[in-house]
């Protein structure tokens, strides 16, 4: 089956200040033809400088993306940088890559500014504005639930891509970039981090065709980033992971598991929120469990929500209704209420959600 194209061109380049020479190239006329990656590839090859945006609390798909294509870019002759405002979780470090900048003023109107594994500026946090100070504003995206905004020149989404990485090797190619070691590993880091070492529902042929030419690349070692990536938890991590399925929570005879992250925990444990994104995969690895949440207590009035699924339920549906989004089988969603209020309502809809898709694959 072919991948779900959507290429949502949201304004003419030529209808920006004529002065800039990618936009003055780029008409209508001689886009008609062009393959969304070939498009992209033309405004990046010409741009002189590229910055780009991560989404906020930075995973491995966001990182590992922003960073290959950083490298690839810089290979390329173009000055570029990644523009993040925050510490990358430890076991991300080694996709930095001397990339990383919080130096918002590196972005001005001759910039291009390229948005990575999301599309909305209230995704990056702080440096909406810098963002949208760029000349010009790209964004390659694989999540198909969230409104996307209509402040990009170009914006293009695979909503069926098992991750961003995957459009960062494509995007890639089309620009002529070879692929070496550090541009191949972090492709890599992102395909696995969003396949869950290639288990989730979510990965297809594409990917393990990737994943396959990635391995030729020379000096790559598939091992190597799987342990950088997988086998460097912190003991406080640990302890705090094990605090949470301890306290796990079940409903629906079994199928929905639920803990939380807590603030007190955090500080009992020492470990650190950005080490928790692993943990709600664990409750989804109990025998007889369909769905997962992890409730992260940011502060007494704002709460992080992750949630997971196996098959038949469309958790994506449920994030929607709090005003988050993602995929199917995995999405989120902020919660600006306390603890105990956040859990009530996901818990509810979640249960709801389960009841219409179990009856619904059962017909």
């Known amino acids: 089956m072919r991948l779900l194209k959507k290429s949502i061109r949201l304004r003419h380049l030529q209808e920006k200040r004529q002065k800039r020479t990618v936009r003055k190239e780029l008409k209508p006329e001689s886009r008609m033809n ?10 990046l090859n010409e741009s002189k400088r590229v910055v780009i945006f991560p989404h906020e609390n930075v995973d ?8 290959a294509l950083c490298l690839g870019f810089r290979q390329q002759g173009i000055e570029s940088f990644i523009c993040i405002d925050e510490a990358i979780p430890a076991n991300l470090d080694f996709l930095e890559s001397g990339c990383c900048t919080s130096d918002q003023e590196v972005v001005d109107s001759h910039t291009t500014a390229l948005m990575v594994d999301c599309s909305s500026v209230s995704r990056i946090g702080n440096r909406k504005a810098a963002f949208l100070r760029a000349g010009t504003k790209l964004c390659i995206d694989h999540h198909g639930t969230r409104e996307h905004d209509t402040e990009f020149d170009f914006l293009h989404v695979e909503a069926n891509s098992a991750a961003c990485a995957e459009l960062a090797f494509l995007l890639l190619k089309a620009m002529g970039i070879t692929l070496n070691q550090q541009i191949a590993e972090r492709i890599f880091a992102g395909l696995t981090t969003d396949t869950g070492n290639f288990q989730y529902s979510n ?28 086998e460097r938890n912190s003991f406080p991590a640990m302890k705090l992971s094990a605090m949470v399925v301890e306290n796990a929570r079940f409903e629906c005879d079994g199928k929905m598991v639920y803990s939380c992250v807590t603030m007190k925990m955090l500080e009992e444990t020492g470990a650190l929120m950005n080490e928790t994104d692993g943990i709600v995969q664990r409750l989804m ?6 769905t997962a949440i992890i409730f992260k207590e940011h502060s007494e009035n704002f709460v992080k929500v992750s949630m997971r699924a196996k098959s038949c339920v469309n958790v994506a549906e449920v994030a929607k209704k709090m005003g988050g989004g993602g995929h199917i089988r995995a999405a989120g969603c902020s919660i600006k209420d306390g603890l105990e209020k956040a859990v009530q309502a996901v818990t509810s809809a979640m249960k709801e959600q389960m009841k219409t898709d179990m009856e619904e694959s059962q017909r």
């Open 285 to 290: 690895s109990i025998k007889g469990v369909e």
């Open 34 to 43: 062009m393959e969304p990656f070939e498009i992209l590839g033309k405004i």
């Open 203 to 230: 990965t297809t042929a594409r990917s393990h065709r990737i994943a396959a030419e990635i391995h030729q690349v020379p000096g790559f070692d598939s091992k190597k980033i799987s342990s950088l990536l997988y």
């Open 60 to 67: 491995g798909d966001a990182m590992g993306t922003a960073s």
